[in-house]
């Protein structure tokens, strides 16, 4: 399994994070979706070994948020 070091943000800074541990991107996606709207936050970013490896964004309140894989 592989550790993440996760980012969320609200009203353009950071005001949240945690480490996640996850053994594909399809379940660390699962789990920053999960957070980002149970705590509203508008943005979050993945982090594996010093390199973004996937970045969510919220487009608005009313959409799914948009997710974006960086790299892996």
């Given at each position: 399994m592989a550790l993440y070091e996760c980012l969320f943000f609200a009203e353009g800074r950071i005001v949240d994070w945690e480490n996640i541990?996850?053994?594909?991107?399809?379940?660390?996606?699962?789990?920053l979706r999960?957070?980002?709207a149970e705590?509203?936050?508008?943005?979050?970013?993945a982090w594996h070994r010093d390199a973004l490896v996937l970045?969510?964004?919220?487009?608005?309140?009313e959409t799914q948020p948009r997710l974006r894989l960086v790299s892996v």
């Open positions: 541990e996850c053994q594909t991107i399809a379940q660390l996606s699962s789990a999960t957070v980002t705590q509203g936050y508008r943005h979050a970013e970045k969510l964004s919220a487009v608005d309140q």
